[in-house]
């Protein structure tokens, strides 16, 4: 009987599901060898993915109900460890944000990349197990509730960028939930009349720092901002973007603006900038691609899911990596400001690769059992 189960699981894995996830990250461990070749970044990248592959295998083979039951249980561990970094001696404390925990052997892991797979959960678990029709407001109140809790610290580590990643997770699951059409209503109309009006009460109470404010002003204003100011990073992004042209620079690192270390951060937050440089249109064309077969798949495994938990969770999963491609290109093409959002299984970080693998051995797991009643 074991035999014929460890078939089944073998014989219903998501393989190209899987096989797909590994091809972006090696074509990104790829990118960040080109962007700091003579830095460990790319080895620690490799050992990374294998962590990774692991992580998402024992997820994957786990019942994804078993995992939804322990939801509550992985959702206070995320807000102890989140608690945990905010305190000083703890928490590591790199370009002015206390984000990572030290672990021996490992070294810092980000927990704030983590957290989005329990807050998935509980939100899944909550909103999944609804019988009636459409959400009622004290169901709307709890949901935010739970994304406020981990959302709250993490403003505090400060992560402004990391912030902004939970928010789809609970956009998407809403949606899926028959949220009535008049709180979508009220909820854009109050983000459109509250925004500007949190933002000038930010920049006169000091909330918002001068750095954030100069970065937004480059999008807004960008022929009056200063290129060596608050606005260099996107000016010498979009500088590296444009030097890649169709088919990219061809291996010339002697040019490379990320060699030269003219564009900060190129193997995190402006990895797609090295990517455009080094392969041009055609790379980055064929990198969306990948990231769309990739989401594709995510959707079909929700669209199989054999109840509604675990559709939602696939769907939460599928919104936030969408929404954190769009934020770093964005940010890359200057189209918005620089906060700081990964690339998926491209920007280097043992952290957003793993809790990334993770999710999608969750959705793999989902898709495995779909015939299971």
Not at 28 to 44: C, D, E, F, L, V
Not at 78 to 106: D, E, H, T, Y
Not at 156 to 166: F, K, M, S, V
Not at 241 to 247: E, F
Request: charged share 15%.
């Amino acid at each position: 009987m074991v035999g014929i189960i460890e078939r089944r699981q073998v014989r219903d894995f998501d393989w190209l599901t899987a096989v797909v996830a590994m091809a972006i990250v090696c074509f990104g461990i790829w990118q960040i060898y080109n962007a700091q070749p003579t830095q460990s970044y790319w080895s620690k990248q490799i050992l990374g993915l294998f962590i990774a592959i692991v992580g998402m295998t024992i997820v994957a083979s786990t019942d994804y109900r078993r995992l939804l039951d322990a939801a509550p249980i992985f959702y206070v561990i995320g807000l102890i460890l989140l608690v945990l970094v905010l305190i000083p001696g703890l928490g590591v404390k790199v370009n002015g944000q206390r984000a990572w925990l030290a672990v021996p052997l490992i070294g810092r892991f980000q927990p704030s990349e983590f957290v989005k797979i329990p807050v998935v959960l509980m939100l899944a678990s909550y909103f999944g197990n609804r019988r009636h029709g459409t959400l009622r407001f004290k169901e709307l109140f709890v949901g935010a509730a739970i994304l406020a809790a981990p959302v709250f610290l993490i403003l505090l580590e400060p992560d402004a960028g990391q912030a902004i990643t939970y928010f789809p997770l609970l956009a998407v699951v809403l949606f899926l939930s028959a949220v009535k059409m008049r709180y979508v209503i009220l909820t854009i109309a109050l983000t459109a009349i509250l925004l500007p009006a949190a933002y000038v009460t930010g920049i006169q109470s000091g909330v918002i720092k001068g750095y954030q404010r100069e970065r937004i002003e480059v999008i807004l204003d960008p022929e009056n901002a200063d290129p060596r100011g608050f606005g260099y990073h996107t000016f010498q992004s979009m500088i590296t973007v444009g030097k890649g042209r169709l088919t990219g620079i061809e291996g010339d690192t002697g040019t490379s603006q990320s060699v030269l270390k003219f564009l900060p951060e190129p193997h995190t937050d402006f990895i797609f900038a090295v990517t455009a440089e080094n392969t041009g249109f055609v790379g980055c064309i064929s990198l969306l691609l990948a990231y769309a077969l990739l989401l594709s798949r995510l959707i079909v495994g929700a669209r199989e899911a054999p109840d509604r938990m675990g559709m939602l969770v696939i769907m939460a999963i599928v919104g936030a990596i969408t929404f954190q491609i769009f934020m770093n290109v964005g940010m890359v093409l200057g189209f918005l400001p620089v906060i700081g959002v990964p690339l998926p299984l491209m920007s280097s970080g043992l952290s957003s690769i793993l809790s990334t693998f993770i999710a999608i051995g969750f959705v793999i797991s989902v898709k495995m059992r779909r015939f299971v009643n």
